[in-house]
């Protein structure tokens, strides 16, 4: 059973709202921390943002996002590198321990994963030289394979190991369930990620059967088919006590009042998680 | 540059179009050979199937569909080891030398991958039995990680081979790019069924972005990001001489005119496999 003090969401799960609404709704509900998108705090301007935060007494435990660094195409290298040490100064600001990073997709015009995981992979490295003079870690999460195509080449937690491997500090994984859950090497993955150090973060969400669409359809907890207690295990065995980010692109839940939606996370946080 | 000769239809890629219609369609435009489900067989009855089949000329290359054990729930498994031996009788009536095998889903009121995978392994084993005493071969193809909840377990070629090797003879694996393109793990894995003689079957196709929809938004090759003839190549090397099926899930395409369809299917085949 998860601790509501472990709950963080990802302010992507209550899109409809602006950052201000945002910021005092999680408060007023008693989620104690979140996890902003970069655009949301751009959308108020970097200062007003971190009063905001400090007013509400929330915790950052994360931002998104760093990456897609393939999808923006070679010639656009120098921009989309300034874009994320950017994202990475927003994150050092508003106390983010780490911002996710996700690579991209096929490199445009290639048709090559390879080209697209060589070419990621150096922008990581430089964008990790950055993160490390800021003091901002990054958490290199692996997406489910049906990602491929648009959001990332890094679509298993073992290949997301093997980059941290070689990519050296500052950089770990982040684990969440609705990416990997179908991973048969997930469980060994998990403990090499613990024993590098680098089990960075933890996502919770379900997966819906059926799921109406790639993206926007992920489920609340207890409505899919993940058995995510047994994951939990996995990441508590491996020694991981950070906050258990929720983040759920739902067109679903979209439509819906976000107060209620909140109330129906935190009651299913405790119960499935 | 793939050859017209190697080229064979799974008759799901032209939904629409009853059984005698798709027979004649195929013979006309030059299609050599296809792949029937067997509910297409059943649409007309065994006999009338059999003679449409000879008269068109067209041959046989396999058949669908074995397997979605696990979907029936345990309490179903009679049946449904009933219905899988008769779809076997059926391939072996049309002279299909092997059926296609898909496991099945989370086994309902599990949320277990594993019970899902040992309660599909003994079924499986259980047809293989049968499709051994009556000639027809079994390819258990790996389906897409994004298929576990409702498809399948089986969602790596490390895994379908795994599984084959414990099975041994009579089964083999089945390689459908769409299924498989995103997998680091897909060159050795191509040669370890090539050495172990268990490469069945080449299945073709392409992977859009974006993708609408999680099963019926399919590519006609060409249209999509995978490397196709990166991936031939792998299983040429491998050995394969058998046809390349095109098995194309598409809302898309369902609604158009079938004949301009397999018109264009002829065209990318040749331009894009």
Redesign the interface.
């Known amino acids: 059973v998860a601790d509501l003090s472990k709950l963080s969401i990802n302010t992507l799960t209550n899109k409809p709202l602006p950052f201000e609404e945002l910021v005092n709704l999680y408060a007023r509900k008693g989620v104690p921390a979140f996890s902003p998108w970069h655009t949301e705090i751009d959308s108020v301007g970097l200062s007003v943002a971190k009063k905001m935060i400090a007013d509400s007494g929330l915790s950052v435990t994360s931002m998104c996002l760093c990456g897609l660094f393939s999808n923006e195409g070679r010639e656009n290298r120098s921009d989309v590198l300034a874009h994320n040490r950017r994202v990475l100064d927003i994150a050092a600001e508003v106390g983010a321990p780490y911002v996710t990073i996700v690579p991209g997709?096929?490199l445009p015009g290639t048709?090559?994963?390879q080209d697209t995981l060589d070419y990621n992979f150096d922008c990581v490295a430089e964008t990790l030289e950055h993160a490390n003079s800021v003091g901002v870690g990054l958490a290199l999460e692996p997406l489910?394979?049906?990602y491929?195509?648009?959001w990332s080449g890094v679509?298993?937690l073992?290949?997301a190991n093997d980059w941290c491997e070689k990519l050296g500090d500052g950089i770990g994984v982040a684990v969440d369930i609705y990416h990997v859950?179908?991973?048969?090497n997930l469980p060994e993955e998990i403990t090499r990620a613990s024993q590098a150090g680098t089990l960075l973060a933890y996502c919770v969400g379900d997966?819906?059967?059926?799921?109406?669409?790639?993206l926007n359809d992920r489920g609340l907890m207890g409505d899919?088919?993940?058995?995510i207690p047994s994951i939990t295990k996995l990441v508590e065995d491996a020694g991981y006590d950070g906050p258990y980010e929720v983040e759920l692109f739902t067109s679903t839940w979209w439509v819906e009042d976000q107060g209620v939606f909140i109330d129906e996370i935190k009651d299913r946080f405790v119960r499935f998680v």
Do not use: E
Not at 181 to 184: L, Q, T, V
Not at 207 to 212: A, G, I, N, R, W
Not at 224 to 227: F, R
């Open positions: 997709g096929i048709k090559s994963i489910h394979p049906i491929l195509a648009d679509n298993t073992k290949t859950w179908w991973d048969p997966f819906l059967d059926p799921t109406s669409h790639p899919g088919v993940i058995d």
